[in-house]
C-alpha cells in the first residue's frame, strides 16, 4: 500500500537545525510531487514547500525562503526537509505529504491537486 | 499573496445535522480548492478536491461546492466521527484556511 514514514521526534537548540525524513513505497517515488506541511500546537497548518522527486526542483513558501531546504534522495524513494536556525516558534509537527496529480513527463499536469497520502507526522521540539 | 477566510472558526451541532462551512478567497482562484479532515494526533485526510470533487473512500455525505472566491463544504448528516477540524487550501499557493473546529453539541 502507498505509505510515507517520517523519522522520529528531535529536539533540538535554538540556533541548530533539523533534518526530516520521508521514505515513500507503494507507489512510483518520482511520479508524484512531495509537499511539507507542519502544524505548531494548538494551532493550524502551514504550507512550508514542494519538491519534484523526478528532477529535485523544488519551491518554498515565502516564509521559509533562506532557512529550509528540500532534497531527495531516488535511490531510497526518500525525501528530507532541513530547517536551520532553529528558534522556539519553529516547534511543530512535520509533515510530508504526496501530491496525488501523476506527473507527466516529470511535471505535474495543470488541474487542481491535493494531497492524498500523509506521513505519521515528526514532532521537533526546539527548546534550550 | 492570495488569503483564505474561514467561517466560523468554532461550530456546534448535534449527530444527524446539516452543518456548513464557508471558504472565500481574496482573489478568484477558479476551482483550485481542497479541502481536508484532521482529527487530534492525526494527520489531515483529504476529503474534496478541486473544489467538488470527492476523493475515493469519502462519505457521500460529504459534499463541496463554489467557483471563484466562495466555496462551501457541506456534510449532509453529521455522524458521530465528523467531529474534527476542517481546512480549507487554496492549490496556487497551497495556503491554508485557518480551520474550522467542529464540535458536538
Known amino acids: 500500500q502507498v505509505q510515507l514514514v517520517q523519522s522520529g521526534a528531535e529536539v533540538k537548540k535554538p540556533g541548530a537545525s533539523v533534518k526530516v525524513s520521508c521514505k515513500a513505497s507503494?507507489?512510483?517515488?518520482?511520479?508524484?510531487?512531495m509537499h511539507w506541511v507542519r502544524q505548531a500546537p494548538g494551532q493550524g497548518l502551514e504550507w512550508m514547500g514542494i519538491?519534484?522527486?523526478?528532477?529535485?526542483?523544488?519551491s518554498y513558501a515565502q516564509k521559509f525562503q533562506g532557512r529550509v531546504t528540500m532534497t531527495r534522495d531516488t535511490s531510497t524513494s526518500t525525501v528530507y526537509m532541513e530547517l536551520s536556525s532553529l528558534r522556539s516558534e519553529d516547534t511543530a509537527v512535520y509533515y510530508c505529504?504526496?501530491?496525488?496529480?501523476?506527473?507527466?513527463?516529470?511535471?505535474?499536469?495543470?488541474?487542481?491537486?491535493?494531497?492524498?497520502?500523509w506521513g505519521q507526522g515528526t514532532t521537533v521540539t526546539v527548546s534550550s | 499573496d492570495i488569503q483564505l477566510t474561514q467561517s466560523p472558526s468554532f461550530l456546534s451541532a448535534s449527530v444527524g445535522d446539516r452543518v456548513t462551512i464557508t471558504c472565500r478567497a481574496s482573489?478568484?482562484?477558479?476551482?483550485?480548492l481542497a479541502w481536508y479532515q484532521q482529527k487530534p494526533g492525526k494527520a489531515p485526510k483529504l476529503l474534496i478536491y478541486?473544489?467538488?470533487t470527492l476523493q475515493s473512500g469519502v462519505p457521500s455525505r460529504f459534499s463541496g461546492s463554489g467557483s471563484g472566491t466562495e466555496f462551501t463544504l457541506t456534510i449532509s448528516s453529521l455522524q458521530p466521527e465528523d467531529f474534527a477540524t476542517y481546512y480549507c487550501q487554496q492549490l496556487n499557493s497551497y495556503l491554508f484556511g485557518q480551520g474550522t473546529k467542529l464540535e458536538i453539541k
Open positions: 519538491i519534484n522527486p523526478s528532477g529535485g526542483s523544488t
Open positions: 478541486a473544489a467538488s
Open positions: 507503494g507507489y512510483t517515488f518520482t511520479s508524484y510531487y
Open positions: 505529504a504526496r501530491d496525488f496529480r501523476l506527473t507527466i513527463f516529470g511535471v505535474a499536469p495543470p488541474f487542481p491537486g491535493g494531497m492524498d497520502v
Open positions: 482573489q478568484g482562484i477558479s476551482s483550485y
